[in-house]
């Protein structure tokens, strides 16, 4: 038993995916769980098909938060430094028979 431990913990230095069929997620999620925080995201598949991807909860934290608040992302635009005219036209645009 301690080989295998050996050979699983050297297999984890570096981050590795694995695809779970469904059934196999189901049966060994704690160990699912336990590969996801060890070696990152996890793929798994139902009729050979990828249905889902299970990811941890600070990789979750990282995609949901905002890169930049809006007003960040605003100044950083290449427009910003030129001086668009964006005044709406008092035009009512042209007459159409209905």
Same mark, same amino acid.
Do not use: C, I, P
């Given at each position: 038993m301690s080989k295998i431990? =050996?050979?699983? /913990? /050297? @297999? &984890?230095?570096?981050? &590795?995916? &694995? #695809?779970?069929? %469904?059934? *196999? +997620? =189901? +049966?060994?999620? /704690?160990? %699912? @769980? #336990? *590969? @996801?925080? *060890?070696?990152g995201y996890q793929t798994i598949t139902k009729n050979g098909r990828p249905v889902a991807v299970l990811i941890s909860h600070d990789e979750f934290e990282q995609i949901k938060k905002p890169k930049k608040n809006l007003g960040d992302f605003l100044l950083d635009s290449p427009l910003f430094e030129y001086d668009l005219d964006i005044k709406r036209t008092k035009d009512f645009g042209r007459d159409i028979d209905l």
């Open positions: 431990k =050996k050979k699983r /913990s /050297s @297999v &984890r230095k570096g981050r &590795r995916h &694995r #695809t779970w069929q %469904l059934q *196999e +997620a =189901k +049966a060994k999620f /704690s160990e %699912l @769980v #336990t *590969e @996801v925080m *060890e070696d």
